[in-house]
């Protein structure tokens, strides 16, 4: 009995200390001692990885779904891992993983970091699950948890996304999509501009990154700015023992937008040359706004659109979406060709923001009349015309030059040949006709 379990206990300790491979979604790990470090795959080649992220102001919920395929000869049991955190403050949260549409049981395992991967963050654990995969096979491993976002005093927010965890893989990675979903939040929030330009956007704040035959990956991360909580935070910072002012940024906190433009008005009225006073008459216009009163708003915008106030970069955030808010309304009251005229008067001041840009550049597209066909296309319809004349001509001349024909070196007229052969067939018809009647008399 006892040399039975001194058996099972070198079995169970030698399962611990020969390296098993084991692989994550973002990163392939081996384990030894019941710890889990990065190292390069070797059989399983990750094929595709896409991730989607719903970025709220405080929190993202990201889904992703990877293609893993068994490129060896043989079975293999790999260990998959979510990183415990992305960076010394973002903490993955309530992960969750289906394989093959089972939900999987996941167990944490502590990290360690082999000294050639020392100049790249790695969480301190990993929650890992298994898969087994035969030769050749490949399986759709689905995720999902949340992150918290980073943000500064200035409220913008930070989306770190580390993709260079996916250089670990066998490469090249077939395709890689990561879609961050900013529900309504539009482009103006986009700055400063992402570490990588999204391959499309649309203007309901949704960014994707497409990428083919990846083989070096670089972390994504992506800024924001929530305009109204941004707008509240900076008054409240720069009026630090103000009341009045503090007061104002609550009732707009609190929605009580006819209380705040009443104080706003009474306020400013009062310290007419107050060095805030722009930075509230733009809390007025978003007053106006939730209320839906858009032309109020709109005349706060035009005086602010040169000087909004503010910081920057929150300052050039403001402008632009005072530029983006009135576009909004312009086109709600159908004003199409004002618009036009508009975005092509403000084009050459925007900055900065890459996305927001290109958005205008696009709208001025979408807007301006289709060019008249180029004179060349005219130039080739006149000279397709006058080969046609010409050919016309051509054949004419063809016609007339076959008026005569040179008959024993007189030129006899084409008319007359006719008549003459028509004159011959005539009397060779009579000729035989009469012949036929002398041979029908003989034999009767």
């Given amino acids: 009995m006892k040399n039975r379990l001194v058996v099972w206990g070198i079995i169970f300790i030698c399962t611990f200390i020969v390296a098993i491979p084991a692989y994550a979604i973002q990163v392939p790990l081996e384990i030894s001692m019941k710890r889990a470090y990065p190292v390069q795959s070797d059989n399983i080649t990750l094929v595709s990885y896409q991730a989607t992220l719903r970025v709220r102001p405080t929190f993202t919920s990201v889904d992703t779904s990877i293609v893993v395929r068994n490129d060896g000869p043989s079975e293999a049991s790999i260990t998959v891992g979510i990183p415990s955190k992305y960076d010394d403050v973002v903490t993955v949260k309530q992960p969750s993983v289906i394989v093959e549409g089972q939900s999987q049981k996941l167990t944490t395992l502590r990290a360690s970091q082999p000294p050639q991967t020392s100049d790249i963050f790695l969480p301190p654990y990993w929650s890992t699950f298994t898969v087994k995969l035969t030769p050749g096979q490949s399986k759709v491993i689905k995720s999902s948890f949340t992150i918290d976002n980073k943000f500064n005093q200035d409220e913008l927010r930070f989306i770190y996304f580390p993709l260079k965890f996916l250089n670990f893989w066998k490469g090249p990675i077939n395709y890689i999509q990561i879609t961050a979903d900013l529900d309504f939040y539009p482009l103006y929030v986009f700055e400063p501009n992402p570490s990588v330009m999204p391959s499309e956007y649309d203007t309901g704040g949704r960014l994707v990154w497409r990428f083919l035959d990846v083989r070096q990956v670089e972390d994504l991360q992506l800024y924001f700015y929530p305009v109204e909580l941004a707008v509240a935070s900076y008054l409240k910072q720069k009026a630090q023992g103000n009341n009045e002012v503090i007061n104002i940024v609550n009732l707009y906190q609190k929605m009580d937008y006819d209380d705040a433009i009443a104080s706003i008005d ?125 050919s016309s001509n051509d054949q004419e001349d063809k016609v007339n030059a076959i008026e005569y024909i040179d008959i024993l070196g007189y030129d006899v007229p084409v008319e007359l040949i006719f008549i003459g052969i028509l004159l011959l067939i005539i009397i060779v018809y009579m000729i035989r006709r009469r012949r036929n009647k002398k041979k029908k008399r003989y034999i009767f």
Avoid at 308 to 321: C, H, M, Q, T, Y
Avoid at 341 to 370: C, G, M, T
């Fill in 266 to 390: 009474e306020f400013l009225l009062t310290n007419p040359t107050f060095e805030l006073s722009n930075e509230l008459k733009y809390l007025k216009a978003l007053c106006h706004m939730e209320l839906y009163q858009p032309g109020m708003a709109m005349e706060i915008f035009e005086q602010l659109q040169n000087s909004p106030g503010f910081a920057e970069p929150l300052s050039n955030v403001i402008r632009n979406k005072m530029i983006y808010d009135r576009v909004y309304f312009m086109k709600l009251m159908g004003k199409e060709d004002e618009i036009l005229d508009y975005l092509k008067e403000i084009q050459p001041s925007l900055k900065n923001n890459a996305i927001f840009k290109k958005w205008v550049e696009d709208e001025i597209k979408r807007l301006s009349p289709l060019p008249p066909p180029p004179q060349e296309t005219e130039e080739m319809v006149d000279e397709t015309v006058d080969e046609q004349a010409q």
